[in-house]
């Protein structure tokens, strides 16, 4: 297969509209307590995004509430202490770094 063939698919990939790939779904995430935490962990942080690198903390974007400890790597899903808001560029960064340090300690095969 040509990889021009890949070409269109990246493209629609908008990622100020769409999430990363979709990671095996953890339940939690569709639960009302996961949807309160994730409601108080956002408006706490008075629509700046809380990660240190940002960019541009203030501007204002939407949050996503982020677990500092992801739950697959044993993080408490909802203590509020394992919470930070992230702007969509924050959190893809944050994503992308988690992932590739997972898979760099995943066995081959
Ligand atoms: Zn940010």
Known sequence: MA???LGPRVAIADTRIARPPAKEVNPHYTT???RAWR???VARAGGRCQDPACASPARGA???ADHVIELRDGGDALDLANGMARCAACHARKTL???ARRMAYLPKG
Do not use: G, S
């Open 32 to 34: 009302p307590e996961h």
């Open 39 to 41: 409601a108080v962990v």
């Open 97 to 99: 770094a988690e992932r």
């Open 3 to 5: 990889l021009r063939n």
């Open 62 to 64: 939407r949050l996503y």
